[in-house]
Every structure is written in structure tokens, then in C-alpha cells.
């Protein structure tokens, strides 16, 4: 009877492990990561024309965080390279989430807690990457640098100005690795040349917590750049890193802007003059971004543009092309990153059909969908 016991309980543990490690990041994945039903988008033969003359960027995806092949067509999620490239995409960067904390929120968050530490066990990451997010964010590379094999040539990691320039030539999609957040740095100088080295080009300085590099738009603190954060900010500049400040403090943004040697990027946002939610800075900082050549990536989901419709997105990148001009407006989906959208990438031609219908002409639907964004990275990656 005991063995009897014994071996049913073994069964039961192994059955429970398999559930955690082979059901529950799957099932995470869908319910974060949405698209809000709807039957196939109506496109004119003109929008449709115009969109195929598209090269469309993107500032800001976290496919890389789930268990998924980005190489290859998936049936969950709003991205991979298939669908991107199908969508009309030629450049997409990629971020490595390393931390969220629990019951995470607009509003105010502590970094006490850490929701991905779970899933990395889940998803059956390198041990080491279990207690370190420096590790994440280096295997999070080898990831992407992965699928790039596997792609058979559709996906090419982006490390230069020059091999941005020869993708551009050629045909499939640029990927450029960002982080969202600093906190991979775990307070080390040393290991911004760690993440350059892997790969990463784009530093997020915040995400929804407070850091060693000052606070967070939904921290606690509301502080500025710390004096780590003033000297970090300086050594990636000089690398040639781009600095992110998608979920910054407004005091860290005008810090960032006071010191800062070269153009920004706000990755994902809106624009608080068109929707007033807390997710989004102030448009006198978006101008000021955009004053000293920054980009400005427009999101999809509800907290960039209030009401998750292609509608709601156009009329938000029209608002932000009347504020700040188009030569400083891109895209900025947040595809993946536990957000509900109203289409998947290859749908984009949806959006290309809503903002003919808000007006815009091609000009200007041609700079925002991806030729701004495309010529900032050209203009501030690094040389080679």
C-alpha cells in the first residue's frame, strides 16, 4: 500500500510539474497578450496600395519575454517575424522585460516584488537567470540572436548604423534589442558593456518601478536621475547606446534632456494632451523630446490611446504629428507586453486605412509608419 501511495504521488508531482512547466507559460501568454476581436478590417485598394509601398518600424515589442519561437508563425500573441515581415515591417525593436512587480498599476509601484522571476522558472530559463536580471537580459539576447539563426535570413540583428543601411538594401526584418529598464544593471557601470556587447543598442532607463537610476512614472519616489543614473546615462551615450524614457519620472526625463549628448526616444506612449491617462507624459515634454531630435513612438493599447481601436490610434498619431511634426513620430505597438491591441502585425494595413481616414496624406503616413524611425536609427547608432 505504501508503494502503491509512493508511486501515485510521484505521478501526481511529475503531472504538476509538467502542468507549470508546459501549460501555465502558454496560457500566461494568452490571457496577457490580446487582440480585441473583430471581423477582418476593411482596406480600399488605395490604403492597400499605399501600404505596400510601406517600410513600416516599429519602437517597441516584448515577444522576446515569452516561450515562443519569434523565428516562426505562432498561433498566440500579436508578433513574430512571419507576421511582421507580412505585415509590411522592416524594422522592429525588441525588449527584454527583466522585472514587474506585483499587482503592477499606473499609479504607484514598489520594486520589492518580481513577477518574472516565476515565469523564468516556468519557462525553463538558465538557473542563474532565476535570482539576476543582468542574466535575463543576456539570455534574452541569446534568444533573439537564436530565432536570427533559425530564420533562415528573414531576421537580422542590428548593431551599427551600417548594418541597418545594408538590411535596408536587402529584404526581411531588422531587429534592434532593447531593455525596458536600467535595472540589468544591477548598480555596475561595468555591465552596460556587458548588454552592449550582446547585442543591446537602446537603453530603457525605467519600467514600472523605481531603480538604482532614478524613479519611475509609476514609482514611489518621482525622483530624478541618481548620480549612478547621471553617470550610466553618460558611459551608454558614449557607447552609442540610444537612451529610452518610456516609463520614466517627469524628473528623470528633464534630467535626461538637461544632460543628455545625443537625440532620445520615447519607445511607447501616448500623448496626455490626447488622452489623460496616467501613462502618459505631458506634451511639453514631448515637444521638448522632439526639439532636440528624439522620436516618439505612439502605442496601441488602452493607456497610450484610451480606447484600444485603429480609429483611437490614428486620431492619437495625428494628434502627436500636429504637436510635434512627423520627422518626430514613429510607432510604438507594445505588442506583447501583457496588452490587449486591435490587430496583430500582419494586420497593419488597418491602420494605414485609418489614418488616410483621419486625413493624413501619404507623405506624411509614409514618415510615421516607418521612414522617420528608420532614418533616426540610421542617423544615431553607432558607426560600426
Same mark, same amino acid.
Given at each position: ?242 537612451? =529610452?524614457? &518610456?516609463?520614466?519620472?517627469?524628473? @528623470?526625463?528633464?534630467?535626461?534632456? %538637461? !544632460?543628455?549628448? #545625443?537625440?532620445?526616444? *520615447? ?34 493599447? =488602452?493607456? &497610450?490611446?484610451?480606447?484600444?481601436? @485603429?480609429?483611437?490610434?490614428?486620431? %492619437? !498619431?495625428?494628434? #502627436?504629428?500636429?504637436? *510635434? ?36 496624406? &501619404?507623405?506624411?503616413?509614409?514618415? @510615421? ?16
Amino acid at each position: 500500500m505504501a508503494r502503491k501511495i509512493g508511486f501515485a504521488l510521484v505521478l501526481a508531482i511529475a503531472a504538476a510539474a509538467g502542468v507549470f512547466f508546459f501549460v501555465v507559460p502558454s496560457r500566461v501568454d494568452r490571457s496577457l497578450n490580446k487582440i480585441v476581436p473583430h471581423a477582418p478590417y476593411e482596406v480600399s485598394e488605395e490604403a492597400q496600395a499605399l501600404h505596400e509601398s510601406l517600410r513600416l518600424a516599429d519602437l517597441h515589442d516584448d515577444a522576446l519575454l515569452w516561450d515562443r519561437d519569434f523565428s516562426k508563425r505562432q498561433t498566440r500573441g500579436h508578433t513574430d517575424a512571419p507576421r511582421l515581415i507580412e505585415g509590411g515591417y522592416r524594422l522592429q525593436i525588441l525588449a527584454a522585460v527583466t522585472k514587474t512587480p506585483k499587482n503592477m498599476n499606473y499609479d504607484q509601484n514598489s520594486g520589492d516584488t518580481d513577477n518574472i522571476t516565476l515565469l523564468t522558472i516556468a519557462q525553463r530559463w538558465p538557473v542563474k537567470t532565476w535570482s539576476s536580471l543582468a542574466e535575463r537580459a543576456l539570455h534574452i539576447a541569446r534568444r533573439a540572436h537564436e530565432a536570427e539563426r533559425r530564420s533562415s535570413g528573414a531576421v537580422a540583428i542590428i548593431r551599427s548604423k551600417e548594418d541597418l543601411r545594408e538590411r535596408m538594401e536587402a529584404e526581411g526584418l531588422a531587429v534592434i534589442l532593447a531593455t525596458e529598464g536600467a535595472h540589468p544593471l544591477e548598480g555596475d557601470l561595468e555591465n552596460i558593456d556587458r548588454l552592449y556587447d550582446a547585442g543591446y543598442r537602446v537603453l530603457g532607463l525605467q519600467h514600472f518601478f523605481d531603480n538604482e537610476l532614478g524613479g519611475s512614472l509609476h514609482g514611489a519616489s518621482h525622483r530624478g536621475l541618481t548620480e549612478f543614473g547621471r553617470k550610466a546615462v553618460a558611459a551608454a551615450q558614449e557607447k552609442g547606446m540610444i537612451i =529610452d524614457i &518610456a516609463h520614466s519620472s517627469e524628473a @528623470v526625463v528633464r534630467d535626461v534632456l %538637461a !544632460i543628455s549628448s #545625443a537625440p532620445i526616444i *520615447v519607445s511607447h506612449t501616448g500623448l496626455r494632451g490626447n488622452c489623460d491617462s496616467p501613462r502618459n507624459l505631458p506634451d511639453e515634454l514631448m515637444i521638448e523630446t522632439a526639439a532636440k531630435g528624439g522620436l516618439i513612438g505612439v502605442g496601441f493599447w =488602452d493607456g &497610450a490611446v484610451c480606447d484600444p481601436s @485603429v480609429p483611437s490610434i490614428a486620431r %492619437a !498619431i495625428a494628434y #502627436a504629428v500636429d504637436l *510635434v511634426g512627423a520627422d518626430h513620430v514613429a510607432l510604438g505597438s507594445d505588442y506583447d507586453g501583457a496588452t490587449t491591441v486591435p490587430f496583430d502585425a500582419s494586420e497593419a494595413a488597418a491602420l494605414t486605412q485609418a489614418l488616410l481616414n483621419e486625413g493624413l496624406d &501619404a507623405a506624411t503616413i509614409k514618415a @510615421v509608419m516607418g521612414e522617420t524611425a528608420i532614418r533616426f536609427f540610421e542617423e544615431n547608432l553607432p558607426e560600426k
